[in-house]
Nanobody, 116 residues
């Protein structure tokens, strides 16, 4: 069974940090592009960060300089380090691993709430 399981979400105050984890099982992340997406209530799911199969990283303008995506191949896990969190970062964060149209997997999401 191919699965992605996100963890590490929670409630923090503005300016604090969180590290999200996305653990893959049933397949190896090697050869996949992995992305983090955020969906706020009533809004469309949007891309936050992505790491390509060759290690190239992408960040949305809203998180550049504050978020860092990384992968630990030994643990088959992708991380999203989120620093200096802002209230607008609130939402459910989903992990996606995609190799092609036939191999495209999503996790169930983890809630992040940034509020004072």
């Amino acid at each position: 069974q191919m699965q992605l399981v996100e963890s590490g979400g929670g409630k923090v105050q503005p300016g604090e940090s969180l590290r999200l984890s996305c653990a893959a099982s049933g397949f190896t992340l090697y050869g996949y592009s992995v992305g983090w997406f955020r969906q706020a209530p009533g809004k469309e799911r949007e891309g936050v960060s992505c790491i390509g199969r060759h290690g190239t990283t992408y960040y949305s303008d809203s998180v550049k300089g504050r978020f860092t995506i990384s992968v630990n191949n030994a643990k088959n896990t992708v991380y999203l380090q989120m620093n200096s969190l802002k209230p607008e970062a609130t939402g459910v964060y989903y992990c996606n691993a995609k190799r092609n149209l036939e191999s495209d997997y999503w996790g169930q999401g983890t809630q992040v709430t940034v509020s004072s």
